[in-house]
């Protein structure tokens, strides 16, 4: 088992910036892929960045240029950064990653809010 506890949410204005963080502990050996998907009322969950444990990056369309992933493997945490927020990146916020033995995980999430 992998628990995954995330932090860094909360209400911002349009233009402001957020910083996710998402430790992961549990039963595995190693972290593969890690990132951060997101689910708005009504829509699907989306992953909007992930990570590859050699630090390789991929980032929807939606967010390219303004967030950014990055990855502690000594410390198994993942973070987002996310600056020039829009109302559109109003969602909850869920850290995502994949262990060395091929099972993926979903955190509990976190809720991000983007209002004046």
């Known amino acids: 088992q992998v628990q995954l506890v995330e932090s860094g949410g909360g209400l911002v204005q349009p233009g402001g910036s957020l910083r996710l963080s998402c430790a992961a502990s549990g039963s595995f050996l190693s972290l593969n892929d890690m990132g951060w998907g997101r689910q708005a009322p009504g829509k699907q969950r989306e992953l909007v960045a992930t990570?590859?444990?050699?630090?390789?990056?991929n980032y929807a369309d939606s967010v390219k240029g303004r967030f950014t992933i990055s990855r502690d493997n000594a410390k198994n945490t993942v973070y987002l950064q996310m600056i020039s927020l829009k109302p559109e990146d109003a969602a909850v916020y869920y850290c995502?990653?994949?262990?060395?033995?091929?099972?993926?995980?979903w955190g509990q999430g976190t809720q991000v809010s983007v209002s004046s």
């Open positions: 990570i590859s444990s050699g630090g390789i990056t």
């Open positions: 995502w990653v994949v262990t060395s033995g091929g099972p993926h995980y």
